[in-house]
């Protein structure tokens, strides 16, 4: 049944195919031309993982205006099916962007012959953009859910932006009542643990989103 | 089991509608026609049958189960048809049957592509190419290839041209045949329940004004179209409905023997379902 869903879904990526090849050779364009000042390279990858990344919530446009849920709802599917098949999506995706661009960067850094930091760096930053990425996903499927595309998005926009204040208000904080902190912070050290970092913030984000949506959803009369 | 969807003492309240006391009963082999004006509250409860909405009271049972209680499986014994609801525009006919195929165990692909044929329905637009019409057939056939038991069907002749409402009606016929199947069906072209449908539920700002047989319907209903003159002769307990009409007076008539019987002058026409739907709504 998900295997149905997640095709639908698939199948509106190959109706707009032409857009998103456009979408990758312009990131591509963008990837190459910053790189040829190496430290420029991550701009490109960043701005291809994030735009490349979001497509998957664009699918909820063409179910909205298909007026979708409502059928697919008298088939043989539960709503907890529909949650999941549209996660489960939106997660392969935005890995997919994060292979491609991940692999798109380091060819070019190759063909600059880069060394081997900025190799990882970049992987470190790819991550962060996967991550960066999960949480535009993970804040705009619950609004979306909750009030549509439409009115979803604009609460989807205003969420992670509180979020961020709300973590620099923190930090200024902390640094204010502990100026040692600073430096205490060992960025070589965190740098080493950015991978794991960003796997578990993204565990975390998607499962705390997947029950808020499939909460507001069960409860959502359509 | 005698019916394969029950709906008792259903109640659902909006801030400005309310849905009450809604009792319908389609038992196997019946194709029962849900009829009313738009706003009436059919969609409200063909979104509670198909529990997209929670209802306030009463109780839903599909294949003897509580609605909300149901499995995918016995999902699977129902087709749908909803009037403003279907796949994305995008998709064409071959990605719908790959969908649906992944969502139905019991898909019949082959059954789907003859209906295609015959309907001369071409596999590689997409929907959105299509008239509405065409988009109707195909609707249709993904409510009825999966060989359900039970049809729930919202205005599915709408936008279909005469000829092919026939094909279709012809469709739904066949389908309760068996004596196994049912079918719920609402639409304003009251025309096509008046060929196929057994039983007729007419519905009234959220309430049910008339349930009846299409059998009694024929035997006990009648019209007469008369000067008000004439009507102010007879006595109201003979009559169910009265309304004027343009230069004339409507009067439904619920028992036209014992009509008859007191006032054999008068003419009885045999009322059109839009006639009566009319005198019940419109009627004192």
């Known amino acids: ?222 | 089991m005698k019916d394969n969807l029950e709906i008792t003492n259903l109640e659902k309240k909006y801030a400005d509608f309310t849905l009450k006391n809604i009792n319908i009963k389609v038992s196997k082999g019946k194709i029962v026609g849900f009829i009313g004006q738009n706003g009436s509250g059919k969609t409200t409860t063909i979104k509670a049958i198909l529990n997209l909405i929670n209802y306030d009271q009463g109780s839903i049972k599909i294949f003897s189960k509580n609605n909300q209680k149901l499995t995918s499986l016995d999902k699977e014994q129902i087709g749908v048809l909803l009037d403003d609801s279907f796949f994305s525009p995008i998709l064409n006919v071959k990605d719908i049957n790959k969908l649906m195929k992944c969502f139905y165990h019991n898909w019949n692909e082959e059954l789907y592509f003859d209906y295609l044929k015959k309907f001369k329905i071409p596999l590689n637009k997409t929907l959105k190419e299509f008239s509405g019409g065409m988009k109707r057939k195909i609707q249709v056939l993904c409510a009825i290839c999966h060989e359900p038991k039970l049809l729930i069907l919202d205005e599915p002749t709408n936008s279909l041209d005469p000829i092919f409402r026939y094909e279709i009606l012809d469709i739904f016929t066949n389908f309760v045949r068996n004596k196994e199947n049912s079918i719920l069906i609402t639409t304003h072209i009251t025309s096509d329940l008046d060929l196929i449908a057994d039983q007729l539920v007419f519905i009234d700002e959220g309430q049910i004004v008339l349930d009846i047989s299409k059998d009694t319907l024929d035997k006990d209903y009648g019209l007469i179209k008369d000067t008000q003159k004439n009507i102010d002769l007879i006595d109201p307990s003979y009559y169910f409905k009265k309304l004027k009409y343009k230069n004339k007076t409507l009067l439904l008539i619920n028992n036209v023997s014992k009509f008859n019987n007191k006032y054999p002058n008068f003419t009885i026409i045999k009322p059109s379902l839009e006639e009566i739907m009319l005198l019940l709504v419109k009627g004192e």
Do not use: H
């Open chain 1, 1 to 222: 049944m998900i295997k149905g869903l997640i095709l639908k879904d698939l199948y509106v990526f190959k109706s707009y195919k032409n857009n998103i090849y456009s979408v990758l050779i312009i990131d591509i364009l963008v990837i190459f031309f910053a790189s040829f000042k190496i430290e420029m390279i991550t701009t490109g990858t960043i701005i291809f993982l994030i735009s490349f990344g979001l497509n998957s919530i664009s699918t909820f446009s063409y179910d909205e205006n298909a007026d979708s849920n409502k059928y697919l709802l008298s088939l043989p599917l539960t709503r907890k099916k529909i949650v999941q098949a549209k996660y489960i999506f939106a997660i392969i995706n935005n890995l997919l962007s994060f292979m491609i661009g991940f692999m798109i960067s380091f060819i070019i850094a190759l063909y600059l012959k880069s060394d081997l930091s900025n190799i990882v760096n970049n992987i470190n930053i790819c991550l962060l953009a996967f991550t960066g990425t999960s949480l535009l996903i993970c804040t705009d499927m619950p609004c979306i859910y909750k009030w549509g595309v439409e009115k979803g998005r604009i609460q989807a926009t205003i969420i992670p932006v509180v979020m961020v204040f709300i973590l620099a208000i923190i930090l200024f904080v902390l640094f204010i009542l502990f100026p040692n902190i600073y430096y205490l912070i060992k960025i070589d050290t965190i740098l080493k643990f950015i991978p794991i970092i960003c796997l578990i913030i993204n565990i975390l984000l998607y499962v705390i989103s997947y029950f808020i949506s499939l909460k507001i959803f069960l409860k959502k009369e359509i």
